[in-house]
């Protein structure tokens, strides 16, 4: 792949380029080393599938050597053997082989987040094929004044999350068509709006697939330790909802005072295309009245959910505490993320017309599904892996000698989250899917921190963090293909290196701003990053 940065921006580091016109500054030499680790790896499928081997493999060695730690949870806990120790358990022999055979259906079946994001996507479905979340993504950023558009665009990228890949598909190619028509840069467009849709990926204002993916990997780390918690999709939402308007604010003021400035006035001669032809479809007087009719649906369900909540005694509230915290609703909250798209997305498509019969909407479902045969494939290896972990207690093995190590060195405090930060982050460089990535850290890094002091859920924000900034900047990014074709599209010749280049410094500032906002949030002024939501861990 190409690191040619097309002559228009200079990279870091860069020196007189050679006569073919490739730079060989140290940052494009950093993102070639990128690039080939992230090619060695195989596909994540694979990958699981190697791990699944490896440690059945670790397993046999370490209980062979019957390796051992002491067990740090208290006397008479759950889980806790009687002689104060956790061994590791060898399936590399006849009981394992007989454990492995006979939960290997179960394992996948019982995955958390199978379920649950297959039930959410369902009604993300309905929504997205009707035309609704296209519709009223479109009028948000088409609607904003010149002077609001890169605030709105970041924005638009956000809350495009909750539909999966309709912000890289749609949003951004609008985006770099609007600046265009604006008599801006386009690429400028396009860096805001990427830098709302991926680098600002964790964040939302609703809950979306994202969460019940990852609190159902964490729940299952985090029982390595405790055997009875439980992590809710839910339990990040305070910190994700205000992380939204911190994102907004930094991705704007990233693009209008670094990005833009840097690409300078776009000469339309550099485009590999003729933007005479380029067209952005307006809003209908129609599509209106469906965003309208919807819009009252809405309300009304909003008004109709928040009688089983709010009142006291409540048949949604926790019946035994009265409290909201543990309650149905927040048990079920997948169910309402489901409804919550399917029925707006059901009244939007009768309005306009696209959704006429009940096999409009089976379609709808039917073709979100269709999209996820990877996801499931990745769900059946990814799950074997984690029940193996599991099993074998090399995970609780691992997390008690790292606990023991941070202790050692006095790596206790919330210093620790700004290295777990950056760790997370560099591993997206290389292994870019979020369910992937933590399927394969959780297991470690959320049983030993637990340990060190800290909730599940403050965990898992933080991990959130550093899967989310370095999403703009590595070419192993899913859809980083896609935005470089885009991007080609207005500077002929345009490589990695100038799209890295151009997305590094949202990376750079997103990495500061969000973690120092993060530490603010649940150290300084002590916050919960969501619903019922722990800090602190204590065995």
Same mark, same amino acid.
């Given at each position: 792949?190409?690191?040619?940065?097309?002559?228009?921006?200079?990279?870091?580091?860069?020196?007189?380029?050679?006569?073919?016109?490739?730079?060989?500054?140290?940052?494009?030499?950093?993102?070639?080393?990128?690039?080939?680790?992230?090619?060695?790896?195989?596909?994540?499928?694979?990958?699981?599938?190697? %791990?699944?081997?490896?440690?059945?493999?670790?397993?046999?060695? &370490?209980?062979?050597?019957?390796?051992?730690?002491?067990?740090?949870?208290?006397?008479?806990?759950?889980?806790?053997?009687?002689?104060?120790?956790?061994?590791?358990?060898?399936?590399?022999?006849?009981?394992?082989?007989?454990?492995?055979?006979?939960?290997?259906?179960?394992?996948?079946?019982?995955?958390?987040?199978?379920?649950?994001?297959?039930?959410?996507?369902?009604?993300?479905?309905?929504?997205?094929? $009707?035309?609704?979340?296209?519709?009223? *993504?479109?009028?948000?950023?088409?609607?904003?004044?010149?002077?609001?558009?890169?605030?709105?665009?970041?924005?638009?990228?956000?809350?495009?999350?909750?539909?999966?890949?309709?912000?890289?598909?749609?949003?951004?190619?609008?985006?770099?068509?609007?600046?265009?028509?604006?008599?801006?840069?386009?690429?400028?467009?396009?860096?805001?709006?990427?830098?709302?849709?991926?680098?600002?990926?964790?964040?939302?204002?609703?809950?979306?697939?994202?969460?019940?993916?990852?609190?159902?990997?964490?729940?299952?780390?985090?029982?390595?330790?405790?055997?009875?918690?439980?992590?809710?999709?839910?339990?990040?939402?305070?910190?994700?909802?205000?992380?939204?308007?911190?994102?907004?604010?930094?991705?704007?003021?990233?693009?209008?005072?670094?990005?833009?400035?840097?690409?300078?006035?776009?000469?339309? $001669?550099?485009?590999?295309?003729?933007?005479?032809?380029?067209?952005?479809?307006?809003?209908?007087?129609?599509?209106?009245?469906?965003?309208?009719?919807?819009?009252? &649906?809405?309300?009304?369900?909003?008004?109709?959910?928040?009688?089983?909540?709010?009142?006291?005694?409540?048949?949604?509230?926790?019946?035994?505490?009265?409290?909201?915290?543990?309650?149905?609703?927040?048990?079920?909250?997948?169910?309402?993320?489901?409804?919550? %798209?399917?029925?707006?997305?059901?009244?939007?498509?009768?309005?306009?017309?696209?959704?006429?019969?009940?096999?409009?909407?089976?379609?709808?479902?039917?073709?979100?599904?269709?999209?996820?045969?990877?996801?499931?494939?990745?769900?059946? %290896?990814? $799950?074997?892996?984690?029940?193996?972990?599991?099993?074998?207690?090399?995970?609780?093995?691992?997390?008690? $000698?790292?606990?023991?190590?941070?202790?050692?060195?006095?790596?206790?405090?919330?210093?620790?989250?700004?290295? %777990?930060?950056?760790?997370?982050?560099?591993?997206?460089?290389?292994?870019?899917?979020?369910?992937?990535?933590?399927?394969?850290?959780?297991?470690?890094?959320?049983?030993?921190? *637990?340990?060190?002091?800290?909730?599940?859920?403050?965990?898992?924000?933080?991990?959130?963090?550093?899967?989310?900034?370095?999403?703009?900047?590595?070419?192993?990014?899913?859809?980083?293909?896609?935005?470089?074709?885009?991007?080609?599209?207005?500077?002929?010749?345009?490589?990695?290196?100038?799209?890295?280049?151009?997305?590094?410094?949202?990376?750079?500032?997103?990495?500061?701003?969000?973690?120092?906002?993060?530490?603010?949030?649940?150290?300084?002024?002590?916050?919960?990053?969501?619903?019922?939501?722990?800090?602190?861990?204590?065995?």
């Amino acid at each position: 792949m190409s690191s040619n940065n097309g002559g228009s921006l200079p990279l870091p580091g860069d020196v007189p380029s050679d006569p073919n016109n490739q730079p060989s500054g140290w940052f494009v030499r950093f993102l070639n080393v990128v690039e080939r680790l992230g090619n060695l790896l195989p596909h994540p499928i694979t990958l699981f599938a190697m %791990f699944c081997a490896a440690v059945v493999v670790i397993s046999g060695i &370490a209980g062979y050597f019957e390796l051992t730690v002491v067990d740090p949870r208290p006397e008479g806990a759950s889980g806790r053997s009687a002689d104060g120790l956790i061994h590791v358990v060898s399936l590399m022999n006849a009981e394992g082989l007989r454990m492995i055979v006979s939960n290997l259906v179960t394992n996948f079946t019982g995955f958390t987040p199978l379920g649950t994001v297959l039930v959410a996507l369902l009604g993300v479905g309905i929504a997205d094929r $009707s035309g609704l979340l296209s519709a009223a *993504m479109r009028l948000l950023v088409m609607g904003a004044s010149k002077r609001l558009v890169t605030m709105t665009l970041v924005f638009s990228g956000i809350v495009s999350n909750t539909a999966s890949e309709l912000g890289y598909v749609v949003l951004i190619p609008m985006a770099a068509m609007i600046f265009h028509s604006l008599g801006r840069h386009p690429l400028a467009g396009l860096a805001a709006a990427f830098a709302g849709v991926s680098g600002g990926y964790s964040a939302n204002l609703l809950l979306g697939t994202v969460d019940p993916l990852l609190s159902g990997i964490t729940e299952a780390a985090a029982q390595m330790i405790d055997p009875d918690y439980l992590v809710g999709p839910e339990v990040n939402w305070y910190f994700m909802f205000v992380s939204t308007f911190l994102i907004t604010f930094l991705g704007a003021f990233v693009t209008e005072k670094i990005v833009e400035p840097k690409l300078g006035k776009y000469d339309a $001669s550099e485009a590999a295309i003729d933007l005479s032809e380029q067209k952005m479809d307006t809003v209908s007087a129609l599509e209106k009245k469906g965003l309208k009719i919807a819009g009252l &649906a809405v309300l009304v369900m909003s008004a109709l959910l928040a009688l089983t909540i709010i009142p006291e005694g409540a048949p949604l509230r926790n019946q035994e505490t009265g409290l909201v915290a543990g309650s149905p609703f927040l048990k079920g909250i997948v169910a309402f993320i489901f409804v919550c %798209f399917a029925i707006p997305g059901l009244v939007y498509g009768r309005v306009v017309g696209s959704m006429k019969r009940d096999i409009d909407v089976i379609n709808a479902m039917s073709s979100s599904m269709s999209s996820m045969g990877m996801y499931i494939v990745l769900v059946f %290896f990814a $799950s074997q892996f984690v029940a193996f972990f599991k099993w074998t207690n090399l995970g609780a093995v691992l997390a008690v $000698s790292g606990a023991d190590a941070l202790n050692a060195i006095g790596l206790t405090g919330p210093l620790v989250f700004v290295l %777990f930060i950056m760790m997370c982050g560099f591993i997206n460089l290389m292994l870019g899917s979020a369910s992937a990535q933590w399927a394969v850290t959780a297991p470690i890094f959320v049983p030993m921190l *637990m340990l060190v002091g800290y909730a599940p859920e403050t965990i898992q924000a933080a991990y959130r963090i550093g899967d989310s900034v370095t999403n703009l900047i590595t070419p192993m990014m899913s859809y980083f293909g896609l935005i470089l074709a885009v991007a080609s599209q207005y500077k002929k010749n345009l490589g990695i290196g100038t799209l890295v280049a151009t997305m590094l410094p949202y990376s750079i500032v997103f990495f500061i701003g969000w973690t120092c906002f993060f530490f603010i949030w649940v150290f300084v002024i002590g916050l919960p990053v969501g619903p019922g939501a722990a800090t602190y861990y204590t065995p």
